[in-house]
């Protein structure tokens, strides 16, 4: 904080005070009780403000004793000023906040100041702290060259003081023989080691080190031998400052932000009041083109501070995984991410600034209004499981938020809709459903397996019993054998029913795809006949064997069969082909009935699904199958139209490609 501070005496160590803190930022009066003695040797700092202006350390010094213009050089801090005017004058016009007394009296008893200002300094021998002062402290110029020691509180004088390198007879340069002392330098001269300053009579005096001239007897002053002439302060050397010996504040409403550094005329001569004046006032327009530099800096540090933040939201809006669009109050789309491209089929260029009405097929649309979610609501509102047409004829499954898009005020400015792709989690609870109704079917198999195997094992033994008692050519004889043959397909359909739900292991041997089919046509050759059904045969002859388990395959062709049948009430063509397709047998079951809706196709493989009427179809024949062409590592395709027939077509490893696979 800046501190008004009043330095009483104005010889080395008040001068060296007052520097100290006037770099610290602070302002600064030196005041002394009068004029220096016409015998004191004239050559301080503080002694040549008391012949106008003084310049150390690009510090300038100046007498005022003028109290206006005191405190304007104080609120403008350009200078040290230095006045003679009475102390109590100067306290009741300045109010200081700290006095420090450092006319370093060594044997007079320090007059009592603790009343004079809110804190006050004692620097030199005799203060007592607490009761002529509130700090003593002791300091001075020790041999070593005045670093000045600071013992007591020293917390108003805020900073550590500064230490002079060298020794103090280094630097100073008496006088060898009385005489009149001559000079073309002035105090604040730069000067390099072994550079004459100055001289008395014939005798040459030259700079012992380089630095600054802090002390220079003035010329034409008459001198004693032995009296001290020159001082040089190695903190203003060349070689520590660039050359620079006058700093020059550059203040923006009396905060300074920066220091212009001047070096002296021809490396050597000092600047005058008025080339001062005219640098003090560069300064000023120098901080005015800094601050705006500033301003420039700070402003387009904060727009790219903005634009990294608009990079980081828009890097956040673009990598959701979720569709998102934004909508205006218009309705009109004015954000649309990589993630809505992709699920919806359309680019953002395709979709900004056009209405909503103009994207999405009307009945989505209806879909949202009626589910209230398009509304003024300021809530946020959900959609499960809604159908959505893609742009590119994808039929998706999607659930929507939609929630109001508001400013930092609370001012809603459009509304934000977020669409997630539902599709893939939709099929995997058909199927999760699908695994359920196989279970069921285990359960209900499980159930009915006994009571059924039951009835079929009596029909059995009878009519083996009954073809007993017949002649071997007797025609009833075959009937019976065709009972027996049933009762043990039936027996085997209920034993594959329960181990297709228990998913058990079946006994695979080498097959005969066409021996199969035929036995199947065999069986069902009179249900055929009374449907007015014929049948076509082109049956390969070169067919390579199948690995699979005989009644199994027979089941599925069995269904296949019936299904046909049903499908053609009054009568048709059941079109039956077999062929190898490179390394893969393929049956095809074609019939020239009513055919299968669209809509129907997906769901024919469930459980217990059927468009028969009731009472005709359990809904399990082609689910049973499709389970028992999965654990032949076969696969079954259909291709149906309303009024036009259906195709089913079986495909089953040749015996020879699976044994490869298997190896």
């Known amino acids: 904080m800046q501190k008004v501070i009043l330095i009483r005496g104005c010889g080395d160590v008040g001068s060296a005070v007052a520097c100290v803190l006037f770099k610290a930022g602070h302002s600064v009066v030196i005041h002394d009780s009068a004029q220096p003695a016409a015998t004191r ?65 060594k044997h007079d008893q320090p007059e009592t100041q603790i009343t004079l200002a809110p804190f006050t300094i004692g620097l030199g021998p005799n203060f007592v702290a607490g009761k002529t002062v509130h700090a003593a402290i002791e300091t001075g110029w020790n ?124 490396g050597v001569d000092p600047l005058n009041s008025e080339e001062t004046d005219i640098l003090q006032a560069i300064a000023g327009q120098a901080a005015t083109a800094l601050m705006n530099a500033r301003l420039f800096l700070s402003l387009q540090e904060k727009a790219d501070a903005l634009q990294r933040l608009t990079d980081y939201n828009e890097n956040i809006f673009e990598s959701m995984d979720s569709g998102i669009l934004v909508l205006d109050l218009d309705s009109r789309v004015v954000r649309w991410n990589r993630a809505m491209e992709s699920l919806y089929g359309r680019k953002r260029e395709q979709v900004l600034g056009r209405r909503l009405d103009e994207i999405f097929p009307p009945a989505f649309l209806e879909a949202l209004r009626s589910s209230l979610v398009l509304d003024d609501s300021e809530e946020i509102a959900n959609i499960y499981k809604l159908h959505l047409p893609s742009a590119d004829g994808r039929s998706l499954m999607v659930n929507v938020s939609v929630a109001p898009f508001q400013v930092g005020s609370g001012e809603r400015c459009g509304t934000v809709l977020i669409l997630d792709d539902m599709t893939a989690r939709v099929r995997l609870e058909e199927q999760l459903q699908h695994s359920e109704k196989m279970a069921s079917i285990g359960l209900l198999a499980a159930g009915v397996a006994h009571e059924v195997n039951t009835p079929l094992a009596g029909i059995s033994s009878y009519a083996q019993m009954l073809r007993g008692r017949l002649e071997p050519d007797d025609a009833r004889s075959e009937l019976l054998e065709k009972i027996e043959k049933q009762t043990f397909r039936a027996s085997k359909i209920i034993s594959n029913l329960l181990n297709f739900a228990r998913s058990s292991p079946a006994e695979f041997e080498s097959l005969d795809i066409n021996k199969i089919l035929l036995d199947v046509v065999s069986l069902l050759e009179h249900q055929l006949e009374r449907a007015h059904i014929k049948v076509r045969q082109e049956l390969a002859t070169d067919l390579p064997p199948v690995r699979g388990n005989e009644n199994r395959l027979q089941q599925v062709f069995f269904n296949l069969i019936l299904n046909a049948k049903d499908a053609m009430p009054r009568g048709g063509w059941l079109t039956l082909v077999t062929q190898a397709e490179d390394d893969t047998v393929v049956v095809e079951v074609r019939d020239t009935g009513h055919g299968i809706p669209k809509e129907h196709v997906r769901r024919i493989y469930d459980p217990f699904f059927t468009t028969k009427g009731l009472g005709r179809g359990t809904g399990l024949g082609l689910s049973v199958s499709y389970g028992i062409l999965q654990e032949h590592g076969g696969a079954i395709f259909v291709e149906s139209a309303p009024g036009k027939g259906t195709t089913f077509q079986v495909a089953l490893p040749a015996l020879v490609a699976r044994e490869v696979a298997e190896r």
């Open 143 to 266: 041999e070593d060259l005045g670093k000045v020691i600071w013992k007591g509180a020293t917390r108003p004088l805020e900073g550590e003081p500064q230490t002079i390198a060298g020794h103090a007879r280094d630097r100073y340069v008496y006088a060898p023989v009385a005489g009149i002392f001559r000079t073309e330098l002035q105090i604040g001269a730069v000067v390099h080691a072994g550079q004459e300053v100055g001289g008395i009579g014939e005798a040459k005096l030259c700079a012992p080190i380089s630095g600054v001239l802090r002390g220079l007897t003035h010329d034409s002053v008459p001198v004693k031998e032995r009296t001290k002439v020159i001082e040089v302060d190695p903190r203003g050397a060349e070689a520590d400052h660039g050359g620079l010996a006058y700093y020059f504040s550059c203040r923006v409403s009396g905060q300074p932000i920066a220091v212009i550094g001047v070096g002296r005329k021809g």
């Open 41 to 105: 040797r004239k050559m301080s700092f503080s002694d040549a403000m008391f012949e106008g202006t003084a310049v150390l350390e690009g510090i300038r010094g100046q007498r005022m004793d003028d109290l206006l213009q005191i405190k304007s050089s104080l609120e403008a801090r350009d200078r040290i000023p230095l006045t003679t005017l009475e102390l109590p004058r100067v306290l009741s016009a300045l109010q200081p906040d700290v006095l420090v007394d450092a006319r370093m009296r």
